[in-house]
């Protein structure tokens, strides 16, 4: 009996995201900025010599090249933001999962915008049905078990993504949302394959984390599968060491169509999808 | 200070286990066996803790030999060791009954990783055969639980043995994820490894960290500042209180306690939050690194008093109400008891081991990093060994951390701290020490991690690493999860679980 003053002892203390933007920046290191048109310069090289998954490369002439850095490997280890602060700057913008991996290299890389269309609109088709009910399936496949309590936290009363009608599921057979994370240890393939195989479809899958992107620190290790996108097809990827839950939450959103990503970077919804993330 | 004897001659293969168990026989508590690729064979590291410090066995095993005389017919606290080296470098402890794989079920033919022999493993496969049944008798069956598990978990496989209620005997398979993340230390720089001991047991980021940095420090010979051994403390003791709490929150789930649950797991986030503003990551990573630390807290002294006041505050009154809460007591008390006896005998390390009457705490009983600086109270241990007692540890233990990491704030705000304080260099720029010479040598640094005692003994040579092997507290303890369940029924599992606190990404390496 004493519990349920308990509970309402706070008011309500859930986000309002997405439907308003949340102040979740303080401090948090949600991904790395590159400044466009920053020069190559010593400290430059310094950093890129200095990261340890080789994520930042450089374009062009050695003279007057661009500097580009691949979310999908950064650890967010700050070594080039230390460096070369003109350069490397973090960012606590979360929205930075996407559907197609080189769009998670910064800045954007030439495209090609048919081919986004059409990747995006297929996507959009197939998850149409899920919008309102949506029930995901995590499945570890080789984390530093981090991943899991980002996962986890999405049921907390800050983040209670059942009010966006997201449910975790214990059965695969339920599930619309396949949840990956870690860096596709050689134990987990038959299992992580034999989950996504007894899914229904439509089926959507994220790889959530560097690790589940590339590998992370590990992508050359013996027992690693350089992350998870060989594996099983993934539909969007959400950096991070691990995934933040409000990126975890970005990343579903967007892998269901009710955000919309472009050019690398997920946009406000239109005014017709945010109609359906209405807290219930 | 207390530490770490010198590493001893090595002594005869035939003569080793001997002096192994004469040691833990004349009380020693023995803390893990350990493999390294050496020339014209393995070497082969018993670390053993006897009063404040730690001692070492050494013996080398010469590639002619078959293997070496087993420590776990003796000692069947180092079976799990003998378990993994087996799997990893393919090293036999003769006699061993058990010898089923662990971390890596290597299939026939494939070469044996053997991290630190300076080779990279090549591709390898694995066989993940069922490992055979203990029991036998009538109606007796085996339930797989996982790897995949109901819920949002960290994979592994319990395959539960039961007649149908009770559960005589529990394996834990953690190949699953095994991820052979110690073989990434190899060739690696110095500063490299923290990166990679940071995301071995990624729930206990720091811990390790801070494990790793001591070893390294000691090789080098360097001495961190006062102001950065403050910030580790305040970083580690803020790990610490979010472990333990999510093990009250794995209890409270299964318990079905919703408000409870609600409550804690909204406590924890605000922790993770105020962790994120302390230094940009909601696991304290990127702040320890080799001789110091990457910079203070970055939020002000009383900011971060006040934030910390208001925490524990919801804290103590949310978890006080628990405790006097017997629906949820009820499911606690006296399940998955460790007898203190048992946890003596296998050397039981963290609030698994402090919940079955053993005492040490290595912050205080090996003090590093700082911790002897602060004022500090050794937790009286519980003798009850059942989930209860492991977790009123960790609530007395939260309140502790809460009160340390106070006073290393205090310690910080009264200290004149200089720039070059945070981080005293172990390398200079080009790659040499102070001393003048690229370090070399080995030394063991530990640590105690929110799962208990974590070691790392680390081998650098030249400036790069050698070998580096963490052993961390869930590698140790998880071996004794079978031993909670004898009289234990399925609706019990979800409370040993979740009161044994094992991370098994630190577990399967």
Not at chain 1, 119 to 145: N, P
Not at chain 2, 130 to 136: A, E, F, G, M
Not at chain 2, 155 to 169: A, N, R
Not at chain 2, 272 to 293: H, I, K, T
């Amino acid at each position: 009996m004493p519990w349920i003053p308990r509970g309402l002892h706070d008011g309500v203390v859930t986000t309002r995201y997405p439907r308003r933007a949340d102040g979740y920046g303080e401090g948090f290191h949600a991904a790395v900025d590159v400044e466009p048109g920053a020069a190559v310069d010593d400290r430059a090289y310094a950093a890129v010599t200095a990261c340890p998954t080789d994520s930042i490369s450089i374009a062009g002439s050695t003279t007057g090249g661009r500097l580009h850095l691949d979310r999908g490997r950064c650890i967010l280890c700050r070594r080039c933001v230390d460096i070369c602060p003109r350069a490397f700057r973090f960012t606590s913008d979360f929205e930075v999962s996407t559907q197609q991996r080189n769009h998670l290299i910064v800045p954007d890389l030439e495209e090609d915008d048919a081919t986004l269309a059409r990747t995006r609109d297929e996507l959009a088709r197939r998850v149409r049905i899920l919008r309102r009910s949506l029930h995901v399936r995590h499945v570890d496949a080789g984390s530093d078990g981090a991943d899991e309590w980002e996962v986890a936290a999405l049921m907390n009363p800050i983040y209670d993504v059942q009010r966006l009608g997201i449910y975790f599921t214990a059965s695969p057979r339920h599930a619309d949302l396949l949840l990956v994370t870690g860096v596709g240890s050689l134990g987990m393939i038959d299992s992580l394959a034999e989950t996504f195989e007894v899914m229904p479809e439509p089926k959507v899958v994220i790889a959530a984390g560097v690790d589940a992107i590339s590998g992370g620190i590990l992508r050359d290790g013996y027992a690693s599968s350089a992350g998870v996108t060989d594996l099983v097809p993934v539909d969007v990827l959400v950096p991070g060491n691990p995934a933040s839950p409000f990126g975890l939450l970005h990343g579903i959103l967007l892998a269901v169509g009710l955000l919309k990503e472009s050019r690398g970077h997920a946009v406000r919804p239109s005014t017709n999808s945010k109609a359906s993330v209405e807290p219930k | 200070m207390n530490g770490h004897e010198d590493t001893p001659a090595a002594v005869s293969v035939d003569t080793f286990s001997e002096r192994v168990v004469a040691r833990v026989a004349r009380g020693a508590r023995f803390c893990g066996l350990f493999a390294s690729a050496d020339s014209g064979g393995n070497r082969l590291t018993a670390v053993l803790a006897e009063g404040n410090s730690l001692r070492s066995e050494v013996t080398v095993v010469p590639d002619t030999t078959e293997g070496f005389p087993t420590l776990s017919t003796e000692l069947p606290s180092a079976s799990w060791y003998e378990r993994e080296i087996h799997d990893l470098f393919g090293l036999k402890p003769l006699d061993n009954a058990s010898l089923d794989p662990l971390v890596l079920p290597l299939k026939a033919g494939s070469k044996y990783p053997c991290p630190g022999s300076g080779e990279p493993a090549s591709p390898i496969e694995i066989d993940p055969t069922p490992s055979r049944t203990r029991l036998l008798g009538e109606g007796v069956f085996t339930i797989p639980y996982g790897p995949v598990r109901s819920g949002v978990f960290e994979s592994v496989e319990y395959v539960v043995e039961t007649p149908g209620e009770d559960i005589p005997y529990v394996v834990p398979r953690v190949f699953y994820k095994h991820r052979g993340i110690e073989a990434r230390f190899d060739g690696t720089s110095v500063d490299d490894g923290v990166l990679v001991a940071e995301r071995y047991e990624g729930v206990a980021s720091v811990a390790h960290a801070i494990a790793y940095c001591t070893a390294i420090e000691t090789i080098a010979g360097v001495e961190v500042k006062e102001a950065a051994n403050f910030v580790r403390i305040v970083h580690a003791e803020l790990e610490r209180i979010v472990n333990h709490l999510e093990s009250v929150v794995r209890n409270t789930e299964a318990a079905g306690q919703a408000v409870a649950y609600a409550r804690l797991t909204l406590h924890k986030e605000r922790l993770q939050r105020l962790r994120a503003r302390l230094c940009g990551s909601r696991f304290g990573r990127s702040v320890v690194v080799p001789g110091g630390v990457t910079g203070p807290p970055r939020l002000d002294s009383n900011t971060l008093l006040a934030g910390l006041d208001g925490i524990e505050k919801d804290i103590r009154s949310d978890l006080s109400l628990l405790m006097s809460t017997p629906s949820f007591i009820d499911r606690l008390r006296a399940t998955g008891v460790i007898p203190p006896d048992l946890a003596r005998q296998h050397g039981a390390v963290g609030p698994v081991g402090r919940g079955s009457g053993q005492v040490e705490d290595v912050r205080f009983t090996r003090p590093y990093s700082g911790y002897q600086l602060l004022g500090h109270q050794l937790i009286e241990p519980r003798i009850d060994g059942d989930a209860l007692a492991r977790q009123r540890v960790r609530l007395d233990e939260i309140a502790g951390a809460f009160h340390l990491v106070r006073q290393a704030i205090d310690r910080l705000s009264e200290l004149a701290v200089d720039d070059a304080d945070w981080r005293v260099p172990v390398e200079l720029a080009n790659g040499e020490s102070i001393s003048g010479k690229s370090i070399s040598g080995e030394a063991i640094g530990w640590a105690e991690a929110p799962q208990g005692e974590l070691l790392y003994l680390v081998t650098v040579d030249d400036g790069v690493l050698k070998r580096v092997k963490p052993r961390s507290a869930s590698f140790h303890n998880l071996a004794l999860f079978s031993a909670a369940f004898p009289k234990e029924v399925l609706t019990d599992f979800a409370f040993i679980e979740a009161s044994f606190g094992v991370s098994i990404a630190g577990v399967a390496g």
